[in-house]
């Protein structure tokens, strides 16, 4: 009997001084992670306390506070890794250790900060490197940048503005006018009208090249519609007048006149606005544009028939 308890005792006593004994080895994995932390050495750090924690949690309630300090310290350094990669330039890296720090602090419940702030950096860090690729006119390489800010930041829309400019730089069209119209609706209107309108502008150009009158008109009004101009109002009217949509190619071409009063072709546009307004029906009003080209050296001519045939007084 006295041999048994003897022998239960030494047990319990080793069982003691084996806790202890991890119990320290734990600790020190600790401090070493500590250590790493103050030689700036992040993985390091991350390692050992990583191995802390692992240990920390076999030994249960003994080792509760130590496991606490690691879950505390772990998604910090992730964050400050994270920082380290991104002033490094390497994104892949930084975005991995942003998400490892956040994936920490959700799981452990804590650090709500650090949360907060993977969230904050992530798409001011692939907005950055996007905009050195779209500067670099590295366009498919920009867009699918500028891709991941969005789906960080579903609501950023310099970020959306910017995607559209790619896409469309790279000469995915639709595409772009899809960003842009997603710009639109997060703060960015102005900006993203402005590359819509040239959108549909070079594409009513590109329409009426191919005498595709019909996509050329709407293109242009698009273009209009987005952000008026001189030239928009001009296509409008070309292929307006082409289609025998007289009324429509009348105003058009009064707006490119009031638009551009100096313009180089205006006597051109002058004698064009008459013939539509003179199909349309309104010869009075078309007399009055013929009068003003009768003496043009090129198309004087033309007009003062077009007043004789109309008995223009």
Known sequence: MKKVF???????????????????????????????????????????????????AVLGEEGMELAGKCKDILPKVCLSQGKGFANAGAIDDAI?????ASDLATEYGNNADVIDEVKKLVPQMLMANAGTLLNDKKYAEAAAAYKGVVEADPENGVAYLRLGMAYNAAGNVDEAIAALGKAVEFGQEANAKKQLANI????????????DFKGALEAAQLSAENANSANAQKLIGLNALNLKQNKIAAEAFESYLAMSPNAKD?????????????????????????????????LGEAARYQMTTLKCQ
């Open 200 to 211: 549909y502008l070079k594409k009513s150009q590109a329409c009426q090249k191919e005498k």
């Open 266 to 298: 205006k006597n051109e546009m002058i004698y064009r606005l008459a013939t539509a307004l003179q199909a349309a029906g309104d010869n009075a009003k078309a007399c009055g544009y013929y009068k003003e080209i009768a003496q043009d050296p090129k």
């Open 96 to 100: 991995a250790a942003f998400k490892k």
């Open 6 to 56: 003897f022998a239960m005792f030494v047990a319990l006593l080793s069982a003691g001084f084996v806790s202890a004994q991890d119990l320290e080895s734990v600790t020190n994995l600790y401090n070493a992670g500590a250590e790493a932390l103050n030689a700036n050495d992040d993985a390091k750090a991350i390692e050992n306390f990583t191995k802390a924690l692992e240990g920390a």
